[in-house]
Every structure is written in C-alpha cells, then in structure tokens.
C-alpha cells in the first residue's frame, strides 16, 4: 500500500499498537507495508538506524481500519536497547507480535512477551514473517511451533498466528483483517475529561514555529492556545499549533498521537521522560518509595538486599536499589529474598529522581497509572532474562525511611558448669563490649546475658528451661536488632 501525504481522520478512533519481537524478524519492514501515513519520528528515522541498519528507536506511523486511526509503534528488538521497549508499554493498547518464520522464537521475543504480560498488555496477535524464506512444507509445523511456545506463556495457545512476508508483501489482508478484529474485541476506553497527561517522546525544533513535541495522550484533552506545563522542568507554555499525523487540529484527545507546537520553550531544556500536563499538581517527585514488589515467574537470578536494578516509570529507565524488607511489629526488617518470595515489601532508591503520579490523585482515577513500575537487571547478559518483575508504589518520603537489621554474634560456652552460670566467650572482646550486652536476649535455648565474667569480654548467661542440656563448646546466638537509613542511590549490603 503507498504511503499517502494526509489520513481521513475524522470520526476515527484513535488505538495504538506496538510491534515487538527478536532483533532481524522484520518489524520495521511490516510496519512499511502495512503503513498508510509516516509521522515525522517514523520508519528509522533516527541516524543510528539508517546507519546500523536496525531499530534505534520507537518509530511512529499509521493507517486506517474502518472506525479505526490506528498508530503503529515500531519497536527495537536489539536487547542492548530494552529500555525503549519498555517505555513504549504505557502509550500503546495491544500488540503485533512478529517472529521469524525462519528462526522461530527467540530470546528477545520471550522477553518482549513477559514485558507485555508484566505491565497488562493482553491482546496479541502474531505476524510470523519470512515466510518467503521457507518451504510450503515448513510452514505448518512452524506454526504449530509458535502455537506450542505461546501455550508456555499467559497468552496461551489460542494466540491468532497470521503467516505474511514483508518483502513479497503477502498475506497482508489476512493480518489487517486480524488486528481489525482485536480492535473491534478489546474495546479501548478514553479518559478524555480528566487532566491532560502526555508523556514526551521526541522533541525538536523548527525555525520559524518554535519547539515541538510530540507524544501520546494518555488521559484528557488539549486545545490549540492552551496554557500547558512541562514537568519535572517546570517551564509552561501556550499551545501554538497542534497537529495529528501532521493535519492542523484544533483539539485533540486521549490516544490520539500528536505534534505540539509551543510558544516559548526551550527545546534543549525538554528530555524523554517529561510530562505535558494541565495540572502540574497530580506529580510528585521523589527518590524514596515504599513498594510492593511482584517477582516474575521465569526470574531466576538472586535478588539481594542492596542490588542495583533499572526501574521504568512511564518513559524514563533510571539506576535504583532495592531493599527488601518484612514489617514486623511495625519495624521494616532488612531481608534477603529466595526462590519462595515471590512478592514481598522494598524500599526503592533511585540514582535520580523519579515523577510519578501523586497517589492522592490515584485514588480517584482509573486509568493507566504509573505507580506501577517495571524492574529490569540490564547488567545481565542479553541470553538471560532481565526482566525481575514489576512494583507498585506504595508511599513516597520525603524523609529517609529507617529499616533495622540483625547484627548476628556467635559465642561458644567455656564452661556450662561454673557456680555464676553458663560462662561464654566471644559474644563480646571486651569488658566493655561485654558490659553493653547484658540483658540481651539469645537464641534458644539461651535466654539472656545477664553479667561480665572476668575482664577480657567473657558473659554470664541462663537458659530458657534449666532441662535443657548444655556442653562446652555449644553455639551461643546474639541477634540484635539495629537501625539504620536508607538514603538517595545508596547501597548496601546484609
């Protein structure tokens, strides 16, 4: 199908679909054919593309599916540039997942597809492309290939599977048909009367009009000559033009993709991962959050307290710390998780702070909200999964939040006969050290220390039940609890 100059966008509901899949599989070249429209951050149009000859990043074109205006969100499937894929998850509504009919599923398609399944996208097809580069032979079992590695996923094996190629251009009908009716299926619902929220996505400027930005609405509607704020940089500026698919609009709403042009702002000041909004005050930045943390399945790897991970809060992938922690007695107890926690309480600090929707303004609202958040483990090899799970933010301080844990000594009992007691040695090295643990309580069947027997840290300590047998040698335990802070990007370690 040719690319045209303009698209009939009247009375057409605006969607959004990504395309995801494995580096080479073809996404860019299905998004050419099916394209009708190319926006100006469109097919490859960063300079690396071209010059690498691969998706760099999100790339913006469309077409029209009977009621439909429908945005094609064209993917990198390199896994160095994960951090795009997941900052495409909050624009779009569902997917177009595209395979290789020659390769199958690969590593970043799994990966993709837990992105997906993660952040609540749900509705997918599949566009198993190449299949000029296979026999008619091979294509059923291929199929039947797909379909038996869809069935290991949440999406099932009921997955719709359209077979095309992209360089001959066939099977095309079929797919649109298809995406056609998982449109007409998911039934996409629009915020359009609550505060305007755009997430940027490219900017740049033009001599004559000024900056321009362009992005996806999320919630709300915006007018030509409207007065906005950019947040976290708190510059604000009136709307000079407004455009869709580079038709000149007075308004536009929730979904629709759009081109703004605004008065007196400096496009170098503006950056991925700022906000366009009508009410500045529904954000709230910070580097401390209080989380729920939601481990996925296929995550193997360790998770210790203090680890380094990347968060994705909307468009902005940044450097964070998690420190688990089980509350107890209304204390946060420091913590390593294993296999069996597969959700437990964290701190997050992040390296930079982080906007996030004021969750006093989430209470009210029911549409995509960014208190939840991707994990991601990018200092792993690209042949293992990455993706650690997904968070919700629970409390955001404005304090360093106090956690406490145990400082373990281990002593060994001298002489379990002597006339004062159970003498012990070890617990402390000196008199002093020693002094400072009287009253301490033990671990079984120890009860407490209760004096200092001679002068080089030696104790005095009594047992639970006096039953209990006790020999020289025996393991005595200290547990104590200590507090400390949590503070902006710092690590630690138990």
């Keep these: 199908m040719p690319i045209v100059n303009t698209l009939d966008i009247k009375d057409k509901s605006s969607v959004n679909v990504g395309l995801f899949g494995h580096i080479d599989c073809g996404k860019t070249a299905i998004a050419e054919v099916l394209s009708e429209f ?28 009977e009621k439909f205006l429908v945005t094609l969100v064209d993917l990198p499937g390199h896994a160095d540039l994960i951090r795009t894929v997941v900052a495409s998850i909050d624009i779009i509504d569902c997917a177009i997942v595209v395979i290789d009919a020659v390769h199958g599923a690969q590593i970043q398609t799994g990966e993709h597809l837990i992105i997906l399944d993660s952040l609540g996208i749900n509705h997918i097809i599949v566009a198993l492309n190449k299949i000029d580069l296979i026999s008619k032979e091979q294509l059923n079992p291929m199929i039947e290939k797909v379909s038996s590695f ?26 649109k ?24 996505d490219h900017h740049f400027p033009i001599k004559g009009i000024g900056t321009i930005i362009t992005g996806t609405i999320l919630q709300g509607t915006i007018r030509v000559n409207q007065n906005l704020n950019i947040i976290p940089i708190n510059k604000s500026g009136r709307v000079k033009s407004l455009q869709i698919f580079k038709q000149d609009v007075d308004k536009a709403e929730a979904g629709d ?3 703004i042009a605004i008065k007196g702002l400096d496009y170098k000041a503006v950056f991925r991962g ?86 006093v303004f989430l209470k009210n609202k029911q549409s995509k909200n960014y208190e939840k958040f991707l994990i991601s483990r990018l200092d792993l090899p690209a042949t293992t999964l990455r993706i650690v799970g997904i968070g919700e933010i629970i409390e955001i301080y404005e304090h360093p939040p106090t956690l406490h844990k145990f400082k373990i000594k281990y002593g060994i009992v001298k002489n379990s006969n002597h006339p004062q007691g159970i003498i012990v040695n070890n617990l ?46 025996d393991q005595v335990i200290l547990k104590e609890l200590r507090s400390f802070n949590i503070k902006q990007g710092q690590t630690s370690n138990l």
């Design 38 to 65: 190319v926006s100006t951050a469109g097919i490859d149009a960063h300079p690396q593309s071209k010059e690498r000859g691969i998706t760099i990043d999100m790339g913006f074109t469309s077409l029209i599916l």
């Design 428 to 473: 402390a090295k000196s008199l002093t050290g020693a002094k400072k643990i009287i009253g301490k309580k033990l671990e079984r069947p120890f009860d407490k220390v209760i004096d200092t027997f001679g002068t080089k840290g030696g104790v005095v300590v009594s047992l639970k039940e006096k039953k209990n047998k006790i020999s020289n040698g």
């Design 257 to 259: 993709r759009v081109g």
């Design 274 to 359: 700022c906000y366009v909004v009508s009410n500045k005050e529904n954000f709230i930045s910070g580097n401390l959050f209080k989380s729920k943390i939601y481990i996925n399945k296929y995550y193997k790897a360790s998770l210790k307290f203090g680890i380094q991970t990347h968060i994705t809060l909307g468009m902005n992938t940044i450097p964070a710390y998690i420190f688990p922690f089980k509350e107890i007695n209304n204390k946060f107890i420091a913590f390593n998780p294993d296999e069996n926690d597969v959700n437990f309480d964290a701190i997050i600090s992040t390296i930079e702070p982080v906007l996030t929707k004021n969750l």
């Design 177 to 200: 048909k298809g995406l056609l009716d998982l449109l007409n299926k998911i039934k996409v619902k629009r915020d359009k009367s609550n505060d305007l929220i755009i997430p940027i």
């Design 150 to 175: 869809f069935k290991s996923t949440s999406f099932g094996s009921d997955v719709p599977i359209f077979a095309v190629s992209a360089k001959n251009k066939n099977g095309f009908e079929k797919l």
